[in-house]
């Protein structure tokens, strides 16, 4: 026991001799980079100690392994070079005993790592980020004037009366989200930013209004709140790109990056020497028609053909259709100025990139089609892209014939309906039963683990009794695409497929094939 204490102990002091070491040059190194920025007034000198120090256990991250690799080296050298080891290894101190004990602060070190890692550090990180925001919140606050709104970005305004000394009097703060119709409005006595470190706004007693829904608004009074300016990391100033000896260099105010980079020569183009058809369409319809087909397409069936949508164009229409064999989706728009037809089969891919890059506005656009290519020009697009070699299945024959039994019910009530019937469904089992009576709907679903749910529903239905499955994923992506507060369904039989669409329009039609339950 007394060889096992001496050999941890010296394992264990040279570990914190070379750590120690070592964090002091990292330290200093640190320190004189922060105190540099700070004297170019790029970030607080006060928060220059705690930078500093909530980045120690990330240096540990990467001391500790190398320390406690020197310490095991050097200590093996110390005892064998003053004979001690030969000594120990008479008294029964072998290799595999030398082995073990290493085990021992091998394993402290892992475990401290791994605490550091993904305990200790992401809240450091975090916190640091939001020391360094300190003097660009401080300097954007200060920049304020009263009587005058000011837009930090696109998501924030702000107005305030009058300032005195360090806060705000009389505020109004509108926060909006760009990527959601949601919003949240401030109205508040004072507002002072917190300047100790962490970069939130402090609100005195007042209001706030959100809004998540176009008919929802939710107001709370508070007496103090904190909000953080999250603004600020998205003001990070001038980026700067420069390109020399093939390395490009980015580099803004608290970053700098250095990337390779490949001749331009190198760029494939895509060569088009064949006859083309030219048609003029907006592009908002065209943006519709890709939006609410291009999820049933299918991905990856051995029929190419499916794994594309269709674009027709005749007698002034635009027809975009989507099938995987299982569902179809079908939306027509009008097109300005007619031209000629056209019967092309747009890759999956090439669909679903297309949706995002078209803006929902009037913009006229050009179709440039041909044998096996398609073309999509504007102002700031120019978007090309091989077509799918293939004869498309005649979508019309999918349509089911005979008189429909129509329904019609509300689309967030059926939404949620199945929302809630789906908890039960996996991968493999995937149905839903509807079994329709007048003025009613009842949905059923189970699973093989003998788990099942039931729901009734007030619909508007004067049919005969019906019994139908369906797949709920299907089901919920239709609902989804729909806009109307009311959906309709047109049912045919217990064995044949049911059409989907709005009660007031048919520019979207959706067929969705039963189920056998």
Known sequence: ?????????TIFSY??????????????????????????????????FYVVLYRLPEFLELILPLSFFMSVVLTIGKLSSENELTIMEQLGFSNSRIYSLLSIPAVLIALLIFFFSL???????????????????????????????????????????EKRNDELK????????????????IVAEGLRPNRSGNGDLNFGKGFSYSKEEPDEIFSVKFDNLKLKADFMSKNSGEVNFELKDGKLTVSSKNFHGDFATISADDFPELEVNEDQTNTTVMSSALKRILTKTSFSMASQ????????????????????????????????SETKGGGPEMRNILPRKAALELAKLLSPDE????????????????????????????KYPDYEKVFPSGEPLPMVVGKETLQSALSRASVLSNEKYRGVRFELSKGALKLTANNPEQESAEEVLEVDYNGSDLEVGFNIGYLIDVLSSLEEESVMFEFYGEDSSCVIKEPSSENEVYVIMPMRL
């Not at 026991?1 to 102990?9: A, E, T």
């Open 301 to 332: 069936d051995v029929r190419y053909y499916l794994n594309g949508l269709l674009l027709e164009h005749s007698s002034g229409e635009l027809k975009g259709v989507a099938t995987d064999g299982h569902r179809l989706a079908l939306s027509v």
């Open 170 to 185: 009389d505020v109004f703060l509108l926060v909006k989200d760009s990527n959601r119709e949601s919003s949240l409005t």
């Open 15 to 48: 570990t914190l001799a070379i750590s120690v070491v070592f964090i002091l040059i990292i330290v200093s190194s640190r320190s004189i980079q922060y105190l540099e920025q700070a004297s170019k007034g790029e970030i607080n000198p006060q928060v220059v």
């Open 363 to 390: 913009t006229p656009i050009e179709m440039l089609v041909g044998p096996t290519y398609i073309g999509i020009k504007t102002d700031n697009l120019n978007f090309a892209s091989k077509l799918i070699d293939g």
């Open 119 to 161: 305990v200790l550090n992401p809240g450091l990180d975090l916190r640091v980020k939001s020391l360094l925001e300190i003097k660009s919140l401080e300097e954007t606050f200060d920049a304020l004037l009263p009587g005058e709104f000011h837009k930090l970005n696109d998501s924030y305004l702000i107005y305030a009366k």
């Open 1 to 9: 026991m007394i060889l096992n204490r001496y050999f941890l102990k």
